[in-house]
């Protein structure tokens, strides 16, 4: 028994090691996509000759930084000023419907059909809203903005003439960043996000896969929405939820990957977790709400199978989990391994969970034209998704259990150039408990690396660093930053009145 506990456990590890390798392999499957797949909804229809009515959802709750900016750019949407309607959901608690009440007086004086929907009980949380608002929404096409996008004027004018095809049920545009320079963090946050648009939602577009809306950015045509039985809220992933059910219905939907819709990321790390978090937990219960409906549909299997990975991917951050749990006894049971055994086994699997991710985001930043300038940022962005893993992990385990939850919205601040402040801002994100944990595995890899150093296990130092980097980095910024916020009073802002409007 005591001989073979050690194969069983190294056994474990190497099935751990195969699902990351497996998963990261899989962005090698949507880089082929992406590269042999032809491109669509590049060039845009003819104009209708009747444009019809479209309906502009703005969310909020509790935004009293970016508020007015929304509506502003929303504003200034170039459309038929009677053929456009805007609804401003405010679930908000504070100053923000004040904000809100006093900027759309203003342009209701302007001559906008704009309306200002304020409930108090967020029943449904962000669905619930979209689905009250639905109730009233006069237009047969309805779009959606976030508090923290700012939409170019021309958003509408290249996505409206693609409902011509009677097919289309949803066109998602590609976020772009308003303050992407701002911070190691933010930037390494862009790249991210550009590899889920500019690769994974083109591939699968492209290849005739299903892809998502993502919740805002995007325009549906409003029988899409009713056909696939209306917003429900029984996952934090609304937008996820309610893409593959319209997609089931038999709805096309298309990605636009050369509109880009300007949006702001987040600046707090503790707020950005809380974004992952929500996101990984909403997959998952996707995932467990959909994925038989989707394996018994008759559609291809193709299909099927990059939508059960699609809506599973978020597992990787639990196996990175049990991983960083096991490395350092795997490493203790494999030292004296013949180094041939290390270099056909474990090398190629270390390199399909890593070195395929890199790729990944190296030629995502090649599609959007940065290449090689951003390369420096590489070895961040793979240190930062594992640090998130006890985050995200968590909230994986969370899915697989519980329905719904609370949509606890991650704040924004308006923050877009390098000397806009946060800090003394309200909305502040209070540290979960995964920040001990991430500090534990920091202390842990500086243990297990300095290990290796000194018993010449030289090619696991590249891996262990990157363990090491990423806990540190994720632990650091959690700690660091709530205790500079906490020596400050947040003091109470004025309230924002709407700014000049563009003629029409």
Known sequence: MESTFPQLFLALYYVILG???FFGLHRIVLLLLYYRSERKGETTPTPPDHWPCVTVQLPLYNEMYVATRLIDSVCQISYPRDKLEIQVLDDSSDETSEIVAAAVARYR????DIHHLHRTVRTGFKAGALEEGLQQAQGSLIAVFDADFVPPQ?????TVPHFCDAQIGMVQARWDHINRDYSLLTQIQAIFLDGHFVIEHAARNWSGRFFNFNGTAGIWRRKAIEDAGGWEHDTLTEDLDLSYRAQLAGWKFL???ELKAPAELPVDINAFKRQQFRWAKGSIQVA???LGRILRAPIPWKVKAEAFIHLTNNVSYLLMVLLSIAIFPAMILRRGTDARMLLLVDLPLFLGATASVLLFYLCSQFAVGSGWRRLRYLPAVMGLGIGLAVNNAGAVVQGLFQNGGVFE?????RIETADDAWRLKRYKVKRNVSWWLEGLFATFFATCFVLAWRWGLWLSLPFLFLFLQGYSYIFLLSFSGRKRALRHKSPQPAPQSANSVASK
């Open 19 to 21: 699902c990351l390798a």
């Open 109 to 112: 004086d302007l001559g906008f």
């Open 154 to 158: 021309e958003f509408l004018l290249q």
């Open 255 to 257: 990605f636009l990957s």
């Open 288 to 290: 467990r709400k959909l």
């Open 409 to 413: 919205r991650t704040p924004k601040y």
